[in-house]
């Protein structure tokens, strides 16, 4: 990533020492922040917007069991600076994202015993970002950190969009609620087997907060780095939460050296909806490149020899069906085929033909490699090997076939969850991955993880994600992880980290299905951490239930799959449905062909939590522009307003919609294509249907 400070105006820097209390205003003017110590001596912040309290005087604070960041303090200095710059992402929703904010670090010091923490609060016109600072002490400087005392109280009873606290998944559909009713809404959700729900009111980030003035806050965590990630506890009758730091299975949170600097803790806040999918306040809180050559990052459409094991009656990721009963089997040509595994030669090679023809940069490639026999006996030995294909695989053939063809084949190292064992093998697969011509790999980890005492969002997990996209970008390849822990910006400093999944994603379509309303919350959400590796492009939407024979009924229809590609942007999308069932709707195909997943610009043009979203972007590669709108389970007329376009010029835009009697449950394969003459100024009136959507592409006129 090409960091540019473009424009460092107003640099106004000021220093304020033994301040009894604090404040700021954002550049715009319409948030502020006080920061304060009580007659305890612990400090606490409040946040104003247009004139109103939104968070109420909330303490701040970490404690340790060496020694407590929360008490007895006085603020000895105040810090204040304003800063305007820009910088270019490597790929995104915008070429240029603008870091305007005005910062205040705030130094907080007590004595007996003698402590020191800077809290470093950053105002921006779209919400406020802080992070405790710990500089070394004089007292303790390694700590064991149990618990951060971090508030967030809130004046009234908001409709919350929360999932529950999970140590472990965030692969929740989710609720829409209030404070109030919140235990009621988490009590209906089942646990997912291995993982650890807290009990109670505790819900993840990032999740949404609605106030009665139709105020909106996405609250989330930016640059999760050497610490765990935080959860909420929910007070619901004190409308109030407090942080949760995810412990390992010890009950430690943080082992930690000073100086040390935690993760922003965020809330992006607007009375417009549509502020919160255009904020890259998560982003600009994260450091800048550390990569400085990034002309290897390339963004880039994939399918995969992938959904047809979550829908094809009992297709397989592995080879035999004997090697359970043979523990410890290390010659895979001695077991018996078991006929249900795609990830094999002359498949592997109908992808790429498919790929090849359609302009797709890559193949996903599942089931490839030995260890699958075991892998979701979590009590086993799970143990994949990253550089063994199965014997119907034959890989120097395939990785020759696929280069004549253009087509890049993408590597896949599922773990298991066993981390421990990943980052033995990590060289060596990388190094595999690099003499066979890969430069992309999607991870995952399902299951316990292994070492046993971690969780997937634990310290530990952190600091292993963080390893791996490190070495993976010494490597030159790019990651898309499955089951890491949840994003936080941290793909602008490692611009390799392409997508995640870290979410419900579309594979439950084939496991009881995400209802419409799943995909217009997502991008409130979970999406302000990153990427997500949603694997939109679903064309046959009844299928064969995962593993269970019975029917799915995907929470779509086929023109919506095809918005997706606006809504859920991501720079490694995948085109998730079958060769086959492409062919069958070639011309609807055409515009997953035709949309890019990198941006020069982005306008949300309509836009309500959980109901609906209407998004135009531009290329970054031409002068075309998208569209892409989606309704909830409701049909609904979206409004695109086309002054994006670039005025006295005539434009053609071609329509793929939801036929007239289309509908997400019982007509979903029903759409249009039309072309029609547009401009700048023009309103088009889009119908879409029950749980459907529209795409559209606009290209100039010749
Ligand atoms: C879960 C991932 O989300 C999915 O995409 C993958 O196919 C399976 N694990 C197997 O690795
Ligand atoms: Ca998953």
């Not at 472990?168 to 609620?177: A, G, R, V």
């Not at 939407?541 to 779509?556: F, I, N, P, V």
Request: aromatic share 12%.
């Amino acid at each position: 990533m090409k960091f540019k400070q473009l424009l460092l105006a107003g640099f106004l820097v000021s220093t304020i020492l033994s301040a009894e209390a604090a404040d700021i205003y954002s550049p715009g003017g319409e948030l502020k922040l006080n920061v304060d110590v009580n007659a305890a001596g612990q400090p606490v912040y409040s946040l104003i917007y247009k004139g109103k309290e939104l968070v109420s005087p909330s303490r701040l604070g970490i404690q340790a069991d060496e020694t407590k960041f929360s008490d007895g303090f006085r603020i000895e200095q105040v810090d204040t600076v304003t800063v305007d710059r820009s910088w270019e992402p490597v790929w995104g929703e915008y070429s240029t994202v603008r870091d305007h904010f005005r910062e205040m670090a705030v130094k907080f010091v007590a004595e007996d015993p003698a402590r020191e923490m800077t809290v470093r609060f950053r105002l921006f016109d779209d919400g406020l970002g802080f992070r405790y600072e710990l500089p070394v002490q004089k007292g303790p400087n390694y700590l064991t950190v149990k618990d951060e005392l971090t508030e967030f109280n809130f004046t009234g009873n908001h409709k919350l969009y929360c999932i529950p606290g999970d140590y472990d998944t965030d692969e929740y559909l989710w609720s829409e609620t209030t404070f109030t009713d919140l235990p009621q809404a988490l009590s209906s959700y089942k646990r997912h087997s291995e993982a650890q729900r807290t009990g109670g009111t505790t819900i993840q980030t990032p999740m949404l907060i609605k106030t009665a003035d139709g105020v909106y806050v996405n609250m989330h965590e930016a640059a999760l780095d050497g610490y765990p990630a935080m959860l909420l506890d929910v007070e619901p009758d004190k409308f109030s939460m407090k942080s949760h730091l995810v412990p390992d299975r010890l009950g430690v949170s943080a082992y930690l050296q000073l100086p040390f600097a935690t993760p922003w803790r965020t809330l992006i806040v607007s009375d417009d909806a549509r502020d919160i999918l255009a904020s890259q306040l998560v982003l600009n809180l994260n450091e800048p490149s550390k990569i400085e050559d990034t002309s290897w990052i390339k963004p880039m459409k994939f399918m995969g020899v992938w959904w047809e094991m979550f829908t094809g009656n009992q297709k397989t990721w592995a080879y035999s069906d004997d090697a359970l009963a043979k523990p410890g089997i290390t010659d895979y040509s001695k077991l018996k085929p078991n006929g249900r595994h795609p990830a094999n030669t002359e498949n592997v090679k109908k992808y790429i033909d498919f790929a090849s023809a359609n302009g797709i940069d890559g193949v996903l490639v599942e089931g490839w490699n030995e260890g699958w026999e075991d892998w979701a006996s979590y009590r086993k030995n799970r143990q994949f090997l990253f550089d063994k294909p199965y014997p119907d695989f034959d890989l120097p053939y395939l990785r020759d076939y696929a280069k004549e063809k253009g087509v890049k084949l993408i590597m896949h190292h599922e773990t298991a969850a066993n981390a421990s064992d990943y980052e033995k093998q990590l060289d060596r697969a990388f190094q595999f991955m690099k003499d066979n011509n890969y430069d992309a790999v999607k991870t995952g980890y399902v299951g316990a993880i292994i070492p046993r005492s971690e969780h997937h969002t634990s310290q530990w997990m952190v600091d292993h994600a963080r390893h791996v996209i490190e070495r993976a970008a010494e490597y030159k390849i790019m990651v898309d992880s499955h089951e890491a822990p949840r994003p936080t910006g941290l793909c602008r400093t490692y611009p390799n980290w392409l997508a995640q999944e870290s979410a419900r994603g579309g594979e439950f379509e084939s496991m009881g299905g995400n209802p419409p309303s799943h995909t217009c919350i997502l991008p409130f959400t979970r999406l302000k951490g990153g990427p997500m590796d949603y694997t939109p492009g679903l064309f046959e939407t009844r299928m064969s239930y995962y593993g269970e024979g019975k029917d799915s009924q995907a929470g779509t229809t086929l023109a919506r799959q095809l918005a997706l590609y606006l809504t859920m942007p991501s720079p490694m999308q995948m085109v998730c449905d079958l060769p086959e069932n492409y062919e069958r709707f070639y011309d609807a195909f055409q515009f997953i062909k035709d949309v890019p997943v990198d941006w020069a610009d982005s306008r949300y043009l309509e836009a309500e939590p959980n109901r609906y979203i209407t998004v135009a972007r531009r290329d970054k590669n031409s002068d075309d522009w998208f569209v892409g709108a989606i309704t909830d389970e409701n049909a609904r007329t979206a409004e695109i307003d086309l002054s994006f376009l670039p005025k006295n010029e005539k434009f053609i835009a071609t329509i793929y919609e939801d036929a007239p009697d289309a509908d997400w449950k019982e007509n979903p394969q029903a759409y249009r294509i039309r072309n029609v003459d547009v401009k700048s100024g023009m309103k088009l009136k889009q119908k879409l249907a029950p749980g459907g959507g529209a795409a559209i592409r606009i290209t100039k006129k010749k």
